[in-house]
């Protein structure tokens, strides 16, 4: 029996890009291209249901940074100080003799979430920084 819920559409696109989208749809493990379809459009949502500030999330803001960057450390945590209700968790790993990875685990309002990970991220020694959310219910 099909699933009436589903619907079928047609997109056009380049040859060129339909061959490095099936490439991508091969090196992923999808199937076929309407699941690989599917999951580019619930990222996209998801995009941007978060970018609503008022929206309560969760997720992480992975930092890479030079662990000898003057000053660095005292102000990442003077900054996570500052945010300690939106902070679930940190770990720290040591990558090599100056290389170092952060993960801060996140929850609360999005825009607050993203104020933190902007502030962190653009620090100076901070060499690469991502901040990933995803919906949750707000929880008192």
């Known amino acids: 029996m099909k699933d009436s819920t589903l619907t079928r559409f047609g997109v056009s696109m380049d040859k060129k890009l339909l061959t490095e989208f099936d490439q991508l749809i091969a090196n992923k493990g999808y199937s076929n291209r309407s699941e690989a379809v599917r999951d580019l ?10 970018k609503d500030p008022e929206q309560y999330v969760a997720g992480s803001i992975l930092l890479f940074y030079d662990h000898g960057h003057k000053g660095l450390l005292e102000q990442m945590t003077e900054i996570q100080h500052d945010y300690h209700h939106e902070i679930l968790a940190t770990t720290h790993f040591h990558l090599d003799k100056h ?3 952060e993960l801060i685990i996140v929850k609360g309002k999005a825009g607050t979430l993203q104020t933190l990970s902007d502030q962190l991220v653009s620090m100076k020694g901070v060499q ?13």
Do not use: H, M
Request: proline content about 4%; some cysteine.
């Open 128 to 140: 690469y920084g991502k901040f990933t959310v995803a919906p949750v219910n707000e929880i008192d």
């Open 41 to 50: 459009v619930r990222d996209a949502l998801l995009a941007e249901d978060w």
């Open 99 to 101: 290389s170092c990875l």
